[in-house]
């Protein structure tokens, strides 16, 4: 109490000179419309700064659950795509599939991605509290990433493409070709599309995508394009080299696909180990 007292004794004459200078200018404002216009405009402004950096620091903050938004919207579409009558989250028994295509979609975000091995995986943030189980195809807006693994309540691991024991089934767009999809172990960039017959008609820049007989990706998602195509085994067979639509070394946001009929169809699969 005593330094306060201090304080007040030895800087009086500041204290009262902004005193009078804070009822100098409240009078001249209140008698001057100019000066009232000036002040609440000046006021205005600097208020306006205030809330926009407000906004701003808050808009920053949110954003993991704008993300989470867009996700959610993004599974949507594609499952509007699709045909699905699905809502999107909840318990397997409140799923509504339909009839046609059983395709059921999950959003989820990876938060971590190996892809320098020769068997590389990937973990995201969903589980089996989300539904998520093993077989399951993993996909983005660019094309197949892999299949899931295994799941824990919260987190599970997805097979990447980029494993050398994962065989898919691939098709040539446009075409009824199809073929085992591999990865050499090199590249991230790049998968071959092998056992693909001579008489198939293959060309550069063809697009390769899902085929029909797989059972746990629906057909016709993208998987990239031809970029060279040579015959193998005395001229029998083609080995093409695939170029891919993901960047499989950026991947941020991804999709669960869930096959209702996936164990009725399994006995019609007889090129892939995991599909």
């Not at 903050?61 to 999107?88: G, H, P, V, W, Y």
């Not at 980029?162 to 090199?186: D, E, F, M, R, Y």
Request: avoid cysteine; hydrophobic fraction near 40%; proline fraction near 2%.
């Amino acid at each position: 109490m005593q330094q306060i007292i201090n304080f007040l004794i030895k800087y009086r004459n500041l204290l009262l000179y902004l005193f009078l200078m804070v009822v100098a200018l409240s009078f001249t404002i209140q008698t001057h419309d100019y000066h009232r216009n000036t002040t609440i405009h000046s006021t205005g402004y600097v208020t306006g700064n205030l809330l926009n950096t407000r906004n701003g620091i808050f808009d920053y903050f949110d954003l993991k659950n704008q993300n989470n938004k867009l996700s959610e919207e993004n599974a949507l579409l594609r499952m509007q795509l699709l045909d699905i009558a699905d809502t999107l989250l909840g318990k397997e028994s409140t799923f509504v599939f339909s009839d046609s295509i059983p395709y059921r979609i999950f959003p989820a975000r990876v938060i971590k991605n190996d892809f320098y091995k020769s068997d590389n995986y990937i973990t995201i943030d969903i589980g089996t509290d989300q539904g998520i189980s093993s077989d399951m195809g993993v996909i983005s807006p660019n094309g197949i990433v892999g299949v899931i693994d295994k799941s824990s309540t919260h987190f599970s691991r997805v097979i990447s493409i980029l494993n050398s024991q994962v065989s898919l089934n691939a098709q040539i767009k446009g075409t009824s070709t199809i073929g085992s999809l591999k990865w050499s172990g090199n590249d991230p960039y790049m998968m071959s599309l092998e056992d693909v017959p001579r008489l198939a008609k293959v060309s550069k820049g063809d697009t390769i995508i899902t085929g029909k007989q797989s059972t746990v990706f629906p057909a016709h998602i993208l998987i990239g394009s031809i970029k060279d195509a040579r015959l193998i085994e005395n001229g029998s067979r083609y080995k093409i080299d695939v170029e891919l639509f993901n960047d499989m070394t950026d991947l941020d946001y991804v999709n669960v696909i869930k096959n209702r009929d996936r164990a009725a169809l399994q006995v019609i699969d007889t090129l892939g180990n995991n599909e």
